[in-house]
């Protein structure tokens, strides 16, 4: 009789819930980690408001990334409401949680993403953008600080910008997750379609062209999309609150939503692979952050 090869590594597969304050990097670390952008990505705070799921398949495991909204301190919203129970539920429901934090900083909003994380839940701590934290000498306190808090399967400095300590983030992981068969496909990289990343690509533009609190009031939808032969033919609507807020995302002449169309059309078919026809409209939904039959039809509620 053949003996078992116990040098063999079994397959394994989970889940890994993304949670941490906003602006943390989050989004930046996902679309590293799995080598596509997945996630939208802008400087400001909480750009990120859908749940992503990111795969990544390799000989030996495969890791479910669930990105979430990141978890405000405060909820002045029921769109923020909605966001923060989604931050939570994602580090809840997973094999494993991965914690995301700025180095050198912890915060009201760490302490709250933290909190949300079931004591007896599995729990990796990323220290992002170690790049920025000017030598390992302030790194390692502020990393034995961390470790105070809660018995961390592991706490690895990395950096989603550069790269750096990401195999040794993905060898924790994996060894976080359980035993067992693939989920997905091996060359599927997320269960998200065309049509939703049409619209999260539109809605990063806004992020960049629009002031500190305008993306904040505004949301995409993709009324139609359609694939003829080659080509994709898209038309969206943004949202906004008030009139004064429609006028601001036209722009003079048409200028501003031109520029963000033609952003947004561009980033389509660099991740389509084809050419892309894209229609913008704005009309004005009055205080929908608010609504919680709107939020429903949109998805959030």
Known sequence: MAREDRSVSAFRCGTVGITGRPNVGKSSLINRLVGQKLSIVSPKAQTTRHLITAILTTEDAQLVFVDAP????RARSALQRTLGRRAAEAARDCDVALLVVEALRFEAGDHAALNAIPARQK???AVNKIDRARGVERLLPFVDRLSKLRAFEAIVPVSARTGKNLPALLRVLKDAVPEGPALYPADQLTDRDERFFAAE???EK???ALGEELPYRCEVTIDSFRLDGALRRVDATI???RESQKGIVVGRGGATLKRVAGDARRDME????GKVFLNVWVKVRDKWTDDLRVLHQLGYA
């Open 201 to 203: 690509l539109l809605r």
């Open 239 to 241: 949202l906004v609150e």
């Open 270 to 273: 660099r991740l389509f692979g």
């Open 70 to 73: 990141g978890k405000p301190p």
């Open 123 to 125: 729990t990796v701590v």
């Open 206 to 208: 806004l992020f960049y």
